[in-house]
């Protein structure tokens, strides 16, 4: 095992929960009358609640104050709050689930750093609550994802260095984070386009190769 840990990003790495932020935020969106669509959502990972809520005030030609956005964005959460109840652990795939153990196996140690304040709820919801080694989430971090600091708290976390870290991201705000923090990292999905990564996996298993020493 060439890493002492792995840290992952959570939505759209370990599960997929796009089609619920696209859902909750289209229907914030519909209210206030501002167009969206996928292509829209897609620019909005990685990146924090209120960051994305940003994104999707470029079309909103009023202006809205802080209080205004935060109304706006509880409303956002509670509705993905509410589809996330849909998970189940049957969202978790086996090969995902069988490449973690496999990367355990090997002595990695695990863990997430995500943007998200529901990490934890989501992780839960997939049965995963007991799994990683260390959660570092939008719970506590002030700067998101493309700054380094939710991977460079999940490295103290488990308590290694960066050089020693491997971070596995869908987004290229994720990679720039990894990159920022001095530390490896794998793309899989759009983020290999970005051509920014140590390694690009095909498929979420790749891992057990690439980190083999
Ligand atoms: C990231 C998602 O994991 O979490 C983003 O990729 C999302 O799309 C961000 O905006 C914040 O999530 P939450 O759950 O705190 O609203
Ligand atoms: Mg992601």
Redesign the pocket.
């Known amino acids: 095992m060439k890493y002492k840990a792995i840290i992952f990003?959570?939505?759209?790495v370990i599960c997929h929960t796009d089609k619920y932020?696209y859902q909750a935020w289209k229907a914030v969106a519909d209210k206030l009358g501002i167009y969206f669509d996928e292509v829209i959502n897609n620019r909005?990972?990685?990146?924090?609640?209120m960051e994305?809520f940003e994104i999707i005030l470029e079309r909103y030609d009023k202006p809205m104050s802080q209080e205004e956005k935060e109304v706006y964005t509880t409303e956002k959460?509670e509705i993905?709050k509410e589809l996330l109840n849909n998970m189940s652990p049957a969202d978790l795939s086996d090969e995902v689930k069988e490449t973690l153990d496999g990367l355990r196996a090997a002595g990695a140690k695990l863990a997430i750093g995500?943007?998200?304040?529901?990490a934890k709820f989501i992780l839960e919801r997939l049965g995963l609550g007991d799994y990683f080694d260390a959660i570092s989430d939008?719970n506590n971090i002030t700067n998101s994802k493309p700054d380094p600091e939710v991977f460079v708290k999940a490295s103290q976390f488990v308590g290694e260095d960066a050089k020693d870290c491997l971070v596995v991201e869908d987004?290229k705000a994720g990679l720039l984070a990894a990159i920022g923090g001095g530390m490896d990292c794998a793309a899989i999905g759009d983020a290999v386009a970005s051509g920014l990564a140590t390694y690009n996996l095909t498929t979420f298993s790749d891992l057990l190769k690439v980190t083999e020493a």
Request: avoid cysteine; glycine fraction near 14%; charged fraction near 25%.
């Open positions: 990003d959570l939505d759209g932020h909005l990972r990685g990146v924090s609640r994305s959460n993905y995500s943007s998200s304040k529901n939008g987004a």
